[in-house]
């Protein structure tokens, strides 16, 4: 088999298995297709369909109630006029910022906690059973605890405004208000990122890495040079995943709505939060569906490129 | 197991229908009612309509908080798209253009004609009236929930401080400031972006226009204008009190909006909805000695009358023929005097007619210890007859304007924007909002 493979699983005894080499094959075309058809409904009446009354009101102007005339067609003015805004290049740059922070601080510290728990250092059950908890948790929830902890003058924060004022402001400063989204958004996704994490280092046969500490290696040695490599396509799904939840995700959204909303000036506008605002807040239908045919397109591309030159890195075998 | 389990569903299903169909409840006619008020609020909401339901035996209203103004909007709107829409809907003032132009509402006039309902319609407020009418005055909506913005204070630290007399002017207010702040008092007025306050109601109440062509009654084309006004001066002036810690923002993200810095003395001085009356009366620690007075005002300058704010009902077209008779109705009902002055005591919001403001005043609610001050509101939304300035504003996005605004005062007060390049950029931002909206409904005419 080559090119990259999604059925792979390690078994501790056999080693890696590739599940399509086990591949079968229904005989009938109408089975298959029974068996898709409930996910298949799914997409349709939830993605497809919403998709496009969201194209017909791109390129037209939508009014909040429906047309009562006739709809307005206006060809490629409501892009242009995104296109056009500065404020809208600043939200796409605010949100890759935003994305790549978010995604690089969960992964991190994930990948730390699941390589801690691997080596059985005291107490890992317990951590480990704690660690997933956070992705439980609705990110409007999250949201709203990271507020109240970390409000500038009655949070659990404030004490360190007593030693400096303004330490730590997220009210005020843009950049403390865009810290605190994406330590709230880590936060969460640190979870998630974990599980996934810990079920990959224990399929990593025990035996290599006990040689390699026979050899002399230390854990961060053997981090860098066994487990990551054998850990590539797991860390490439979550590097995946964790871009596009953070660049798109509901839980961007929520954490922002609750905590900063967009603020101070418009520092956390992020693409999403940008969109739905317009649309429900601003009754923008037309502009927000503009947005987010720009945004499909961006993490069309995005996902593009981490295929073409990211994957190219990692060795599923 | 699973098979019970269904048949469980099943007869729990059975059971339900059944109790649909008993006869006590399908003789009455149903219709919905959303609204956007929550908590305490809205709880006084679902009392009004049980008192409605209590009151007769032909039509039963089922109202159901959407938990926030614009999400009540925003529900109604996709109800209405997907033709399940409830009969009425609270909407607030932002959102009144939106409806106007919606084409999706029996307008109230017409509502109440077609069911046989005599209303005295000149015996609403004008400054009330005007804010939901067409530029001919023929109302669209009826108010409902209406406030106006106060001033609280807190005479307990005005005495300490050796403050004698409410301020009447902002010259009053920075005085004030500055003898509390030499009490010791860290935050003698606290505000937020708001800019319902700040901006709206003083560009009224010092006859400052908001926009071009009448603060857009008179059509779409209308721009923003506030980066021309005296508001430039205000916020000039807010910016030094704040930078002399004088004036102390206080918002939701900081930890404290400005009601509770005010109910937990943090605070000695806010502008406020006069509907926090009774909040602020049930919160902040009893035996404390505080006050409202109307809006201060620029020395020199004279006193207009302020604007309405809070919501109105709207009553939504395509509904089957009977439920406008339920409608209608429970607008009836809920504009009767003794209603408006159950409605007004409960909740802080004021008499939104002539008849329940007298009715009020006659039977000595305002010399209650625990509503006095309450008729200032009256006094402030009536102070002079509605103008040009006065009447309202009817701009299109409104609620996403206002967010440019108060994004624009936050750069303001912890950016690093000057107060005209803020507003500069407010009205630049909300000038765009306004074309889009002119473009959307182009053809549509604004009456």
């Known amino acids: 088999m080559s090119g990259p493979s999604y059925f792979l699983v390690y078994d501790r005894n056999a080693g890696p298995v590739d599940l399509m080499n086990k591949r079968a094959v229904f005989k009938s075309w109408w089975l298959p297709m029974a068996f898709a058809l409930p996910q298949l409904l799914l997409i349709f009446f939830f993605f497809y369909w919403p998709a496009t009354s969201v194209l017909t009101w791109a390129f037209s102007l939508e009014p909040a109630f429906g047309g009562v005339g006739e709809r307005l067609f206006v060809g490629w003015d409501n892009f242009r006029d995104v296109f056009a805004d500065t404020e809208y290049w600043r939200s796409v740059s605010l949100s890759l910022f935003f994305a790549f922070s978010a995604t690089a601080l969960s992964m991190f510290i994930a990948f730390v906690l699941a390589i801690c728990v691997d080596r059985q250092l005291k107490g890992s059950g317990l951590f480990r059973f704690f660690y997933i908890w956070p992705y439980a948790i609705a990110a409007p929830a999250v949201g709203l605890a990271f507020r109240f902890i970390f409000a500038p003058e009655s949070g659990l924060i404030a004490v360190v405004n007593t030693w400096s004022p303004d330490l730590w402001n997220p009210a005020k400063f843009g950049s403390h208000a865009m810290i605190l989204v994406i330590v709230c958004f880590a936060w969460k996704w640190i979870g998630y990122n974990f599980i996934f994490m810990t079920a990959g280092l224990q399929s990593i046969p025990r035996s290599l890495i006990e040689a390699s500490a026979m050899d002399g290696s230390g854990p961060v040695r053997r981090a860098f040079d066994l487990q990551i490599p054998l850990l590539a396509p797991t860390l490439f799904f979550l590097l995946v995943l964790n871009l596009t939840e953070s660049f798109v995700g509901p839980d961007t959204y929520g954490i922002v709505d609750l905590t900063t909303e967009g603020g101070p000036n418009k520092s956390t506008d992020v693409m999403v939060y940008r969109i739905v605002s317009e649309a429900f807040r601003g009754l923008n239908y037309s502009g927000a569906a503009a947005q987010s045919l720009v945004l499909i397109a961006l993490i069309m591309l995005f996902t593009f490129i981490q295929f073409r030159y990211v994957e190219r890195r990692v060795h599923y075998k | ?447």
Not at chain 2, 304 to 310: A, D, K, P
Not at chain 2, 373 to 380: L, P, Q, T, V
Not at chain 2, 396 to 414: H, L, N, T, V
């Open chain 2, 1 to 447: 197991m699973k098979i019970r389990a269904i048949k469980f569903c099943l007869a729990a299903a059975a059971v339900s229908v059944g109790l649909g169909m008993t006869p006590a409840l399908a003789e009455k006619l149903k219709f919905e009612f959303w609204y956007g008020l929550s908590g305490d609020l809205g709880e006084r909401v679902q009392d009004a309509c049980k008192k409605f339901n209590d009151s007769q035996a032909d039509y039963e209203i089922a109202c159901t908080s959407q938990n926030g103004y614009p999400e009540t909007v925003q529900n109604a709107i996709a109800a209405y798209r997907a033709k399940k829409h409830p009969a009425v809907v609270q909407v607030f003032d932002g959102g009144t253009l939106d409806l106007m132009l919606s084409g999706a509402f029996v307008p109230a006039k017409k509502l109440m004609e077609d069911n046989g309902y005599k209303i005295d319609w000149t015996n609403y407020f004008g400054g009330i009236a005007n804010y939901y009418a067409t530029s001919k005055g023929e109302l669209y909506s009826f108010p409902f929930n209406s406030s106006t913005a106060m001033f609280y204070y807190n005479v307990d630290a005005f005495t300490k401080a050796g403050i004698e007399a409410a301020p009447q002017t902002w010259e009053d207010v920075e005085a004030a400031a500055r003898k509390l702040k030499a009490a010791g008092y860290s935050c003698p007025l606290g505000f937020s972006f708001d800019t319902w306050a700040t901006v709206e109601q003083f560009s009224a109440i010092h006859n400052q226009p908001i926009a071009t062509k009448n603060n857009g009654y008179d059509g779409l084309d209308t721009e923003l204008v506030i980066n021309k006004t005296k508001l430039v001066d205000h916020l000039t002036f807010f910016k030094k009190m704040t930078d002399e810690g004088l004036f102390v923002v206080k918002t939701k993200q900081l930890g404290m909006d400005v009601v509770p810095a005010f109910t937990s003395e943090t605070c000695q001085m806010i502008q406020s909805s006069v509907a926090d009356h009774g909040t602020i009366g049930k919160t902040i620690k009893p035996g404390t000695k505080w006050d409202v007075t109307m809006l201060p005002i620029w020395k020199g300058t004279e006193r207009q009358n302020s604007l309405v704010g809070g919501a109105s009902l709207w009553v939504l077209n395509n509904r089957p023929e009977a439920e406008y008779k339920g409608a209608a109705a429970f607008l009836n009902f809920i504009a009767q005097p003794d209603m408006v002055e159950w409605w007004s005591t409960v909740t802080g919001y004021i008499p939104v007619t002539k008849s329940g403001f007298d009715a009020m005043k006659a039977n000595g609610f305002y010399d209650k210890p625990a509503y006095k001050g309450r008729d200032k509101a009256i006094e402030s939304l009536t102070f002079t007859p509605t103008s040009a300035n006065t009447r309202g504003i009817r701009l299109g996005g409104f609620p996403q304007i206002r967010k440019e605004i108060s994004d624009a005062m936050e750069g303001i007060f912890f950016g690093k924007l000057t107060v005209q390049a803020g507003l500069d950029q407010a009205v630049e931002r909300g000038n765009a909002i306004l074309r889009r909206f002119e473009k959307t409904y182009a053809g549509r005419a604004l009456n």
